[in-house]
């Protein structure tokens, strides 16, 4: 399943929007889950925050379900996508979801 991609203009707004939804794991404090175990979980939609005025402040939020059927959330600032962290896990979950027929 491609994610869905939304451009919220917080964080805030969209993990609002995601526990709406009932993605209210946080997976933030499970990233070495998602790093040992990273195909048992599917993004299913993702949230990008662009910082107007700082490319530092930019975030993205992925709403991700587990194969346990866990819905939960993810943020990663820009500083999160370094080798061999979750936000690098689910951004090479995203390309390959891009590139799945």
Not at 2 to 14: I, L, R
Not at 28 to 54: A, L, T, W
């Amino acid at each position: 399943m491609d994610p869905k991609m939304y451009h919220y203009a917080t964080v805030s707004k969209a993990l609002e929007e995601l526990n709406e939804k009932g993605f209210t794991v946080d997976f933030n404090i499970q990233e070495k889950r998602i790093i040992d175990s990273p195909d048992d979980f599917e993004i299913v939609h993702m949230y990008r925050y662009e910082g107007e005025s700082d490319p530092g402040d930019q975030a993205t939020v992925y709403g991700i379900k587990s194969s346990t059927g866990e819905k939960g959330v993810f943020v990663a600032g820009l500083s999160a996508y370094t080798e061999k962290s979750a936000a690098m896990v689910l951004n090479e979950l995203t390309i390959k979801g891009n590139r799945n027929p």
